[in-house]
């Protein structure tokens, strides 16, 4: 299938690696130009230098940390009126006790996955709507679905901001605009070996033992191929998905049980 996206622009957050990067290739291949967003300048570097070889479309870079403010407002300086916005928080999910976190470990959480995509989409899609042509693409995780526990933080950020996109989108998809977010589960990526590795140690335990554990959790048996959300971001971003919107889409390999 033709996504329709040839020559667009997109600004992908987290973009040096893991599903952000997926995402950032998927669309490259489909002729959309980049603007990649990370917090390591030498690894964004790397990426856009591959990416552009591969695919022979632009690509740029801004080295930010995106859960700053300020940050946030230099980067939509520099890429103001991008065609596709990915938000992808690059702050890992990682387990704490809410009767032991402070204000101020509550206010980063809400930062780095609630303010910070807000600030992105809210910038952004006057101009998309103007266009008459916006998509976003909100990576999240699965278990938003089915709270675990040691993660209210994670979940009040990513909840909240699931539940100001669901009423933004109605005033925004008569102007070809649509934001949905994807719901990733166990992917093969740095960022979920990390994870791995530290429930391994907190739990006394082996990595070889926690990736087990994790396996059997998973109908699919495996853990994803980072390509397969880049895939589906990509296809979240195309002209033809103008009537979809304000959707949670889980891709976990059949972890989550529910019908909704």
């Not at 916006?134 to 209210?152: D, E, H, L």
């Not at 979920?192 to 990736?211: D, F, K, M, S």
């Not at 998905?241 to 909704?260: E, K, R, S």
Request: aromatic share 6%.
């Amino acid at each position: 299938m033709q996504l329709g996206v040839s020559g667009r622009r997109a600004l992908i957050c987290g973009g040096s690696k893991g599903l952000g990067h997926a995402a950032a290739l998927a669309l490259a291949r489909e002729g959309v130009n980049l603007m990649l967003v990370a917090r390591s300048e030498d690894q964004l570097r790397a990426a856009a230098t591959a990416l552009a070889d591969e695919t022979g479309v632009q690509v740029d870079i801004f080295a930010a940390d995106l859960s700053l403010p300020d940050a946030r407002r230099d980067l939509l300086a520099a890429c103001p009126d991008p065609d596709i916005l990915v938000c992808n928080p690059g702050v890992r999910q990682t387990p704490d006790n809410f009767r032991t976190m402070s204000r101020a470990d509550w206010d980063f959480w809400m930062e780095a996955h609630f303010y910070g995509p807000l600030d992105l989409i809210r910038a952004v899609v006057p101009g998309m709507a103007s266009r008459r042509f916006g998509r976003v693409v909100n990576i999240s995780v699965s278990n938003i679905k089915f709270p675990q526990v040691n993660f209210a933080h994670s979940h009040a950020a990513r909840v909240g901001l699931a539940g100001a996109i669901a009423s933004m989108v109605r005033e925004l998809v008569k102007d070809n605009v649509v934001i949905n977010s994807v719901l990733p589960g166990f992917f093969d990526t740095d960022a979920l070996r990390t994870n791995l590795h530290g429930h391994a140690a907190r739990g006394n335990t082996t990595y070889e033992a926690i990736v087990e554990d994790r396996l059997k959790m998973t109908p699919a048996g495996r853990f994803a191929d980072p390509a397969e959300c880049g895939d589906l971001i990509a296809f979240l971003c195309s002209a033809q998905m103008g009537y979809m919107t304000g959707q949670n889409i889980v891709i976990d390999g059949g972890v989550y049980q529910g019908l909704f």
